[in-house]
């Protein structure tokens, strides 16, 4: 699916030795050393291992592992707040790693804003101060950069709160100060490093869906960083999965759950509901028989009698959905002489998309078990879901993964301490 978007990051070869000895610890790593034996025989902590991937335009892309896997590593390495050892990262055409001090500045200015999980906003400014912040550095008039703070206010749903300092904000406000502050600063690229992780689980599930409203109106190049398998599925349009400083699947979602790409992602990924992952598009059937907007009630009754079925979904002939037709409302029509049954349709049905997930399903089946329409946006119907569709699809997704390697591969080892104690939280 993205053949055909443009890169606006090409990470190559990355890799990251946390010690005195890089060159040391980078050749035993090629001679096919792990992470551990490594640290035990030099002290060193590999961070990053051989990490490629790209960052689309518009993209939100989710790097996420346990702790020490190397998440936080590799976000500041983008930026260069951590320098590599090996690697390329390129940006519009520029490698960071081969900027100068002066050129390094300049491009993070340019290209990077960052979101941390701690707010970072000053407490003696007002959150109007504090979005302006970023602008103020770069010398951007007050006339100016307080317009582009408010708009950035705006966009987070902080109107009215520019007189207000962050002891006044609940935690979830002052995170939407941080964000404003990052927005205003127009970068080309959003970081965020576990900005959600410090909210209440309620606060946190809100931000995510202003952060995919955001998202959606502004489509930011967007890198966030998270622990949490359920946030990584929730906003992530692909996710990239560590393991000790390494990659060990890129995908989305829905691919990472439905094909995990070993037995560490397959034990990664145990208990996750998959009925909030699969959607209806999953389940969907194609429609047995319609009957169309000029169907007279005889005609109809003849397809519903050689289907078997005692309703049928009524559309026009480019497959727009117009309504329901029952059996009983059909025979009606055809006693009374119509030669219509436009009059006798029911809306009395529910209509899905195709990317409502399953779990949404269920109740919606009523006591007439009719089969949920699912409909574009243009209201075509593409096809319907029966109940028992739903439970074939989550049976399948429910089949155990063969997991066969050691349990000890499942958890973090000793070395992942000692990245945690050379900064990748």
């Known amino acids: 699916m993205n053949e055909n978007r443009n890169v606006k990051i090409r990470v190559r070869n990355l890799t990251k030795v946390f010690g005195n000895q890089p060159k040391k610890a980078l050749e035993m790593h090629k001679e096919g050393m792990k992470r551990p034996e490594i640290f035990d025989k030099t002290g060193q902590t590999l961070g990053l291992s051989d990490i490629n991937f790209d960052v689309y335009e518009g993209e939100l892309l989710v790097i996420m592992g346990l702790s020490g896997s190397g998440k936080s590593t590799l976000i500041r390495c983008l930026n260069r707040l951590i320098e590599p050892t090996e690697g390329e990262i390129v940006i519009d055409g520029e490698n960071i790693p081969e900027l100068s001090d002066k050129a390094l500045l300049e491009c993070r200015r340019r290209h990077f804003s ?13 959150v109007q101060q504090n979005a302006e912040f970023g602008l103020e550095i770069r ?41 404003a502050r990052a927005l205003a600063n127009d970068s080309t690229v959003l970081l965020m490093d576990e900005a959600f992780s410090a909210l209440d689980p309620l606060i946190r599930g809100d931000m995510q869906q202003e952060l995919l409203e955001l998202q959606h109106r502004m489509q930011k190049t967007t890198v966030f960083i998270t622990h949490d398998l359920d946030e990584a599925i929730n906003i992530g349009d692909r996710i990239i999965l560590l393991k000790d400083g390494a990659i060990v699947q890129i995908g989305t979602p829905e691919e990472i759950l439905t094909h995990p790409a070993d037995d560490y992602v397959a034990r990664f990924i145990e208990g996750v509901d998959m009925s909030r992952i699969l959607t209806a598009q999953h389940a969907m059937r194609p429609v047995r028989a319609t009957a169309r907007e000029e169907d007279g009630p005889r005609t109809t009754l003849r397809k519903m009698n050689e289907n078997g079925i005692d309703s ?17 409302a059909v025979e009606q029509a055809a006693k009374e002489g119509k030669d219509t049954i436009r009059d006798y349709l029911t809306q009395d049905f529910r209509a899905v998309g195709p990317d409502e997930p399953l779990h949404n399903l269920f109740a919606m089946f009523s006591e007439k078990s009719f089969p949920i329409a699912v409909v574009d946006d243009s209201r075509k119907l593409l096809g319907v879901v029966v109940k028992g569709a739903v439970l074939d699809e989550l049976a399948r997704a429910a089949e155990p993964a063969e997991v066969g390697a050691d349990e000890s591969e499942a958890g973090t080892d000793t070395a992942n301490e000692n990245i945690a104690a050379a900064g990748d939280a």
């Open 139 to 179: 010398g951007v008039d007050k006339e100016e950069r307080s317009k582009v703070a408010r708009k950035a206010l705006e966009h987070v749903g902080l109107n009215g709160w520019e007189d207000a300092y962050p002891n006044q904000l609940s935690g979830g406000m002052q995170q939407r100060v941080g964000l």
């Open 114 to 126: 960052m979101v941390f999980q701690n707010f970072a906003l000053f407490p003696h400014r007002t």
């Open 312 to 328: 049928i979904y009524v559309t026009t002939r480019d497959r727009k959905l117009l309504g329901l037709a029952e059996v009983d």
